[in-house]
């Protein structure tokens, strides 16, 4: 049995995830915030469990470091196999009117959980030679009208994912994907068709493929530092 965990793993690309590792025998820890039902019905597949709470409250979320590190599947297990940073948040709003409330709470969920979770859950993972995989974006050396609170936090990821793959290394591996037009968001509709015309592949991506990615560097144990943009080649473009 290994054991994985998975941030924001409730709903779309994480619930992908989370969906095809049960699926392959995995014990997964899942976390989410108010999405406990989409939670509860997921974990039904396989052997998995629930940790609950909001990622961008220091509160809650040193709270969950602990009950992933205490958890009874990572004690069974000795330990922790994938750790998986797919907890995001997205929204379009002009610089201009962004408050540093905003853009603290993007942080913290982008760059700060990851940070701390992946610190407190270093031994867990080292006990297993376990890796890390971050979900980044394809938004590197882009600018994405009215989307400067995400791009900056989600390259704040990036960042930490490749310096923690040289400071973790050699007994953990520390990896990230980024995704292209995968899931357009109820109000990006018209961006995202202007997106796929520019994917030489010619079409949108699936949340399956973001999952193959994922499970590929869990096993690649000789890959560290590696950022596998799964984008159909948008960013040749």
Request: proline share 3%; no cysteine.
């Given at each position: 049995m290994r054991v994985a965990v998975v941030t924001g793993g409730a709903r779309r690309i994480g619930a992908t995830i989370v969906s095809s590792l049960l699926d392959e025998g995995w014990a997964v820890i899942v976390h989410c915030n108010r999405s406990l039902t989409q939670a509860r019905q997921l974990i039904k597949r396989g052997k998995g469990a629930i940790v609950s709470g909001d990622l961008s409250s220091d509160d809650d979320l040193f709270r969950i470091i602990e009950e992933i590190h205490d958890h009874e599947f990572v004690e069974e297990r000795g330990g922790i196999d994938l750790l998986v940073h797919n907890a995001s948040i997205y929204n379009q709003e002009e610089f201009a009117t962004i408050t540093p409330q905003e853009l603290r709470r993007f942080s913290s969920i982008h760059l700060d959980a990851p940070?701390?979770?992946?610190?407190?859950?270093?031994?867990?993972?080292?006990?297993?030679?376990?890796?890390?995989?971050?979900?980044?974006?394809?938004?590197?050396?882009?600018?994405?009208?009215?989307?400067?609170?995400?791009t900056s936090t989600k390259a704040a990821l990036r960042q930490l994912l490749l310096n923690l793959a040289g400071e973790l290394a050699p007994e953990i591996r520390v990896n990230g994907v980024a995704p292209g037009a995968i899931l357009a968001a109820a109000w990006e509709k018209e961006r995202f068709e202007k997106v796929l015309q520019r994917v030489p592949l010619g079409k949108a991506g699936k949340p399956e493929d973001i999952a193959q990615a994922v499970k590929f560097l869990a096993e690649a144990d000789y890959i560290t530092g590696v950022i596998i943009p799964v984008d159909g080649g948008w960013s040749l473009s």
């Open positions: 940070f701390f979770i992946t610190q407190g859950l270093v031994p867990k993972l080292k006990s297993k030679n376990g890796s890390v995989v971050g979900i980044v974006d394809t938004s590197m050396n882009q600018s994405w009208e009215k989307l400067s609170h995400y």
